[in-house]
């Protein structure tokens, strides 16, 4: 399959995720999980605006930054795999360590526990010779064998604001059997395929689209996205039949994406199956007018599945039929 087509999905896949993933649209409720996880983590953050974050390549850590505009408070939220055995407490003397070898000096540094999370309270008065009064406010959790870190901030700090502080971190709950949605799935799967770990990837992929189209979650274009990155990441593995499963899945689901179609005739040419090959690829072309926006129809001639077609008569007349 075409190594320049993964990139033009990665591309577009990156687009359609922004609203999901990390754009500036508002959320009520920050949920951060990570594959495989029964729980997550939730945090009330209404007039926020997610503005990055994402899983590690590995799986094994997660992070999400929001700002709201209004307050100037920033919230990040990390989860990642405990560095070593121990509570709260631990995890909090871990990362202080790191915080006080930062540039910036804390002043005012006050440590506490509220119930099994450890609480760390700091201010930066000055940075770079600029006065910031920026307040800084650390909750360290422990679930399993992962470690949890919710960080607020906010500069110009003023006593009057401890309350916005306040709430937000009450709102800051872990929520037990959590079901893992579509979503969720997806960003887990996409990061995975964006590493090029394709068995990571097919595996959640998997899940995100394992329900019928009529009742799925994710909106038309994710799910697309979805399904064709799965044929891909079977195809390029080498799992030729799961990727013609994939795909024929999503053709009799959505008969009308053109994708679909390219990626079956290439996994038809790797079958060897050359009548199924030119019969799919005849159908891409013939729905070529439904790309997604940002998408670009593959060029069969540079697509090493077609290579050993270059010279056939019948793909050179397919092509030239469907040329401008």
């Not at 906010?154 to 709950?173: G, N, R």
Request: glycine fraction near 4%; proline fraction near 4%; charged fraction near 25%.
């Amino acid at each position: 399959m075409l190594k320049q087509q993964i990139l033009m999905t990665l591309m577009v896949l990156t687009a359609l995720m922004m609203p999901w993933s990390a754009s500036a649209q508002p959320s009520e409720r920050l949920t951060l999980s990570l594959p495989d996880l029964d729980w997550a983590l939730q945090i009330d953050v209404p007039d926020f605006k997610i503005k990055s974050g994402g899983l590690r390549p590995d799986g094994l850590a997660t992070k999400a930054v929001a700002v709201n505009d209004a307050t100037g408070i920033v919230l990040s939220v990390f989860i990642e795999v405990a560095q070593k055995p121990g509570d709260s407490r631990v995890a909090r003397e871990y990362y202080l360590s790191g915080i006080e070898q930062s540039p910036m000096k804390e002043e005012q540094m006050v440590t506490s526990e509220d119930g099994d999370v450890a609480l760390l309270e700091y201010v930066i008065k000055e940075y770079q010779g600029v006065k910031v009064n920026q307040r800084n406010v650390n909750a360290y959790m422990v679930r399993d064998e992962f470690w949890v870190d919710v960080h607020l901030s906010k500069a110009e700090y003023v006593d009057s604001e401890k309350k916005l502080f306040d709430e937000l971190l009450a709102s800051v709950v872990i929520v037990d059997d959590y079901i893992q949605t579509e979503m969720d799935n997806l960003i887990y799967a996409s990061s995975f395929y964006m590493e090029r770990n394709l068995e990571k990837a097919a595996v959640y992929y998997e899940k995100a689209i394992e329900k019928d189209l009529a009742s799925t979650t994710l909106p038309l274009e994710l799910w697309r996205v979805a399904v064709d990155n799965l044929g891909m990441a079977y195809g390029m593995s080498g799992d030729l039949e799961n990727s013609k499963r994939v795909l024929l899945k999503g053709i009799r689901q959505d008969p009308d994406y053109p994708m679909f179609y390219y990626n079956l005739a290439c996994t038809c040419a790797e079958l060897n199956d050359e009548d199924a090959a030119m019969s799919n690829l005849r159908k891409a072309y013939e729905r070529k007018g439904n790309m997604i926006k940002g998408e670009q129809f593959p060029d069969p001639r540079s697509d090493s599945s077609f290579e050993k077609y270059v010279s056939d008569p019948d793909f050179l007349a397919l092509l030239a039929e469907f040329e401008d």
